[in-house]
């Protein structure tokens, strides 16, 4: 019998908690995981399943004026209903959240919905009261967005209540220039929203390839989407008619009906007891760990965006898989974090992997650098004048893909086997030598000079 009532207790049932404690059990450790809201984690049920799914529902708004091009009576205007597309969000929430709940239930692991801390190295307290052992504990708890503490905050929403709104609103603000800024930009303007974005700082969407986030811009802007740049936040004021007034330095204020807070994401490391277990933190109040997911503390690990490392769903994963590999499957394993492949799903959209042409430059000195730059078939028929940009970095003597990077219709689904290239190592010689698949916006990648 064991000395612990469980061999591993996972804090956090999201992406790499899940795969953490499905794996584990699979190799034969008795295994629980504490839930306090949904089997899932944010990637699912607030993340980027019902995101991507609204950035279907937004693409409907272009195809439909691009119908009549191709032969299609569509009425114009077209009505678009938005509760009917969030129910139908929800209703597939819910069924991805059914099957992971399945999947931990068919290979024992426990569930147990409610808060868990940490009070030993090897110990427990439920929210209940109950308290419980186990040999090894992983922290997997994500994380959260993050709030400017302005006056006023409180009137302004994040990503998770962006799905629950009652309707599109009339103008929204949103604060922020990653790839959440920008593709809820891209969805509400599509919907019919009048859309600003404002930032800190003169850019978006830092560390992607400065040439096709600036194809990015242009296109957004043609679109009608408003950038205020060097704007900082200053406070939110809710006006009589209930709409919100935000002032910011460098601009005039702005009245908007909602105002939307992508200013990045904190990790939750509040009230798990971390401090008394003696749990390092970095500078940021992510759990310090090692190559091999541990903490400072022998028996804790810690996966996922609470470590702060990567924040993408696929690399928590790979996380999870790891450790329990590792450490339960007698298979040591370790996540290799070069060449992950990144995406935004803006309209249209951006994906790279490997090194941008700035980061190439900087590491090798001189690289050779190949661009497509085109008009796909679909938008010439369809009078948008809207161009995709393809990039190749390489290394100058040898030809080694180095980075690709693109802008265009279904950049990422392209991007995904590219990326297996880059990581492979190939060079731009096995590209060359492969055969075009024409007519299709991919064969690009294959002719660039």
Aim: charged share 20%.
């Amino acid at each position: 019998m064991s000395d612990y009532d469980y061999d591993l207790f996972v804090i956090g049932a999201g992406s790499g908690g899940t795969r953490a404690s499905r794996v584990a059990a699979a190799h034969g450790a008795k295994v629980a995981v504490a839930e306090e809201y949904r089997v899932g984690g944010t990637c699912v049920i607030r993340g980027c399943v019902p995101k991507k799914l609204l950035v279907y529902g937004a693409h409907f708004a272009e195809d439909l004026q691009d119908a009549k091009r191709f032969g299609w009576d569509v009425p114009q205007p077209c009505a678009f209903d938005w509760k009917t597309l969030t129910a139908n969000v929800f209703e597939e929430v819910d069924r991805i959240n059914k099957a992971y709940t399945t999947t931990l239930d068919s290979h024992g692991v426990e569930i147990i919905n409610e808060h868990a801390e940490i009070t030993g190295p090897n110990s427990l307290k439920l929210a209940s009261g109950r308290d419980v052992t186990a040999k090894y504990i992983l922290i997997a708890t994500g994380a959260r967005p993050h709030v400017p503490t302005c006056p006023g905050h409180e009137y302004g929403i994040t990503s998770n209540e962006a799905f629950h709104l009652e309707g599109v609103p009339k103008r929204i603000l949103i604060a922020g220039a990653g790839y959440i800024a920008n593709e809820f930009a891209g969805i509400f303007h599509e919907f019919g929203a009048k859309v600003t974005l404002i930032n800190r700082s003169d850019q978006i969407l830092r560390g992607y390839d400065e040439q096709i986030r600036d194809r990015l811009l242009q296109i957004s802007m043609m679109k009608g989407i408003d950038f205020r740049f060097n704007a900082k936040f200053q406070g939110i004021e809710q006006l009589a008619d209930g709409s919100l007034q935000v002032s910011m330095s460098n601009h005039e204020p702005i009245e908007v009906d909602c105002v939307m807070f992508a200013t990045g994401r904190v990790p939750n490391t509040e009230n798990l007891g971390l401090e008394a277990a003696g749990i390092a933190l970095t500078e940021m109040g992510a759990v310090k760990v090692d190559e091999d997911n541990r903490t400072n503390v022998p028996s804790i690990y810690a996966v996922g965006d609470v470590t702060n490392r990567v924040q993408l769903t696929p690399v928590a994963i790979r996380e999870g898989q790891a450790f329990a590999d590792t450490v339960f499957g007698g298979k040591p394993t370790r996540v290799d974090y070069n060449c992950i492949p990144a995406a935004v799903f803006s309209h249209p959209q951006m994906a790279g992997v490997g090194l941008t042409e700035s980061q190439a430059k900087q590491k090798y000195g001189s690289v050779k650098v190949y661009v497509s730059d085109f008009r796909p078939m679909k938008n010439v028929l369809a009078n948008r004048n809207e161009r995709a940009l393809y990039k190749m970095i390489c290394e100058e003597n040898s030809g080694k893909i180095l980075g690709i990077h693109m802008i265009g219709p279904e950049a990422a689904e392209i991007l995904q086997a590219a990326a297996v290239a880059v990581k492979a190592g190939l060079t731009k010689d096995a590209f060359d030598q492969t055969v075009a698949l024409h007519p299709t916006m991919a064969e690009e990648l294959v002719l660039m000079k």
